[in-house]
T-cell receptor, first 113, second 113 residues
Framework: DAKTTQPTSMDCAEGRAANLPCNHS???????VYWYRQIHSQGPQYIIH???NNETNEMASLIITEDRKSSTLILPHATLRDTAVYYC??????????????FGRGTQLTVWP | NAGVTQTPKFQVLKTGQSMTLQCAQD?????MSWYRQDPGMGLRLIHY???????DQGEVPNGYNVSRSTTEDFPLRLLSAAPSQTSVYFC????????????FGSGTRLTVV
């Protein structure tokens, strides 16, 4: 699985958009970009994933650059409850299905009032 | 529907003791895995299973054993506890829909003294 690079920490004002970057310059053609978050040492929670196109769901949007070497997770209206560690994971679908998710250190997002 | 249940939630062991961390899921998921998370770090894969009777090693398998005799249960055994195994342990399961389908337990906080 390709390696990812994320900033160690970021902060954001409540109600504003939080934009979390991830670099994955060695991503291969069959690898997806997944985002998970972990709130206060709870188990990680799936947020969103994508292959080439931008994706949006009820939690967030995922913007993937055309060359697929980087992506940005967008929380459009951050709330205090979004304070968490966010993990960007790049993996092919088969590898991940077999239970081999590889987490890095992630980005600590702090949302302040 | 309880999801993924881990027991115990907290445990203190003396060096050299053995114990089993329990993980059970009621979603009829094929794939189950164990991760450990050290302070300030991301999750690291210990062992995983793609079905009853089938297990394999992850990144950090040394000092741990697993077995999968039923679909529902995936216990993690510490053979001879060491202080380096002080960590938070997470169990996860998936029905094979890729990383989006992963459900994590709430964790077991283990301290080895």
């Amino acid at each position: 699985d390709a390696k990812t690079t994320q900033p160690t920490s970021m902060d954001c004002a409540e109600g504003r958009a939080a934009n979390l970057p991830c670099n994955h310059s060695t991503i291969s053609g069959n690898e997806y970009v997944y985002w998970y978050r972990q709130i206060h040492s709870q188990g990680p929670q799936y947020i969103i994933h994508g292959l080439k196109n931008n994706e949006t769901n009820e939690m967030a949007s995922l913007i993937i650059t055309e060359d697929r070497k980087s992506s940005t997770l967008i929380l459009p209206h951050a709330t205090l409850r979004d304070t968490a560690v966010y993990y960007c994971i790049v993996t092919n679908d088969r590898g991940s299905t077999l239970g081999r998710l590889y987490f890095g250190r992630g980005t600590q997002l702090t949302v302040w009032p | 529907n309880a999801g993924v249940t881990q027991t115990p939630k907290f445990q203190v062991l003396k060096t050299g003791q053995s114990m089993t961390l329990q993980c059970a899921q009621d979603m009829n998921h094929e794939y189950m895995s164990w991760y450990r998370q050290d302070p300030g770090m991301g999750l690291r894969l210990i062992h995983y299973s793609v079905g009853a009777g089938i297990t394999d090693q992850g990144e950090v398998p040394n000092g741990y054993n697993v077995s999968r005799s039923t679909t529902e249960d995936f216990p993690l055994r510490l053979l001879s506890a060491a202080p380096s195994q002080t960590s938070v342990y997470f169990c996860a399961s998936s029905g094979g829909t890729g990383p989006r389908g992963y459900t994590f337990g709430s964790g077991t906080r283990l301290t080895v003294v």
